[in-house]
């Protein structure tokens, strides 16, 4: 399986905490760990550095612990684990799911197993949390959806508009319909 990932695993860019304004990336591939960096100052001494380039093989940079300082002072510890494990060989195949295929996969969860996913990660909480997913969860499981709750959701969202019983959204959608009718009432006829 970790045959099928080619390529770029990871890249992340950043720029170094102040007072620095050095500028980093850095690029897991299936073979190197690429180290990037632009030096940023005004200060006459470093107008003439070019940006620099430090290419390492995953076991190399594992053994390079300066270069691993570096990335967890600029990208955060979490960061520099995961970049460990991906130069382990340790993949976290959910995180490389495309969104539209997950969001397919949880449209068959209960709404239980939704909330729990979402607590795993900040991936599946974005997507569980998604506008996308929850306008889709509404269609799937009502009837009928007029233009006033399309409005209405597009106002306070679909996940709003799911767990609203019916009698609170008709309630809402009146609500709505007054205050728009207020604001055309006020609104001056033009010729």
């Given at each position: 399986?970790?045959?099928?990932?080619?390529?770029?695993?990871?890249?992340?860019?950043?720029?170094?905490?102040?007072?620095?304004?050095?500028?980093?990336?850095?690029?897991?591939?299936?073979?190197?760990?690429?180290?990037?960096?632009?030096?940023?100052?005004?200060?006459?001494?470093?107008?003439?550095?070019?940006?620099?380039?430090?290419?390492?093989?995953?076991?190399?940079?594992?053994?390079?612990?300066?270069l691993q300082v570096h990335i967890d002072v600029i990208f955060g510890n979490e960061v520099l684990k995961y970049i460990c494990n991906l130069c382990?060989?340790?993949?976290?195949?959910?995180?490389?799911?495309?969104?539209?295929?997950?969001?397919?996969?949880?449209?068959?969860?209960?709404?239980?197993?939704?909330?729990?996913?979402?607590?795993?990660?900040?991936?599946?909480?974005?997507?569980?949390?998604?506008?996308?997913?929850?306008?889709?969860?509404?269609?799937?499981?009502?009837?009928?959806?007029?233009?006033?709750?399309?409005?209405?959701?597009?106002?306070?969202?679909?996940?709003?508009?799911?767990?609203?019983?019916?009698?609170?959204?008709?309630?809402?959608?009146?609500?709505?319909?007054?205050?728009?009718?207020?604001?055309?009432?006020?609104?001056?006829?033009?010729?």
């Open positions: 399986m970790a045959s099928l990932l080619k390529g770029t695993l990871y890249e992340i860019r950043a720029q170094a905490p102040a007072p620095s304004k050095d500028y980093h990336q850095l690029l897991v591939t299936d073979s190197e760990v690429i180290w990037r960096w632009w030096k940023i100052s005004l200060r006459r001494e470093f107008r003439n550095v070019h940006p620099g380039e430090q290419i390492n093989s995953h076991q190399d940079f594992l053994e390079n612990y300066m382990q060989h340790h993949f976290d195949y959910l995180d490389r799911i495309p969104n539209g295929l997950l969001m397919y996969i949880i449209l068959f969860l209960d709404l239980e197993d939704i909330a729990r996913l979402s607590q795993t990660s900040r991936k599946f909480e974005k997507v569980c949390n998604s506008e996308e997913l929850w306008e889709r969860l509404v269609l799937r499981h009502c009837d009928t959806i007029t233009p006033e709750t399309r409005a209405l959701a597009s106002e306070v969202g679909w996940k709003e508009i799911f767990f609203t019983n019916k009698l609170q959204l008709q309630k809402k959608i009146r609500r709505r319909r007054e205050k728009f009718g207020r604001i055309a009432e006020n609104l001056p006829l033009t010729p």
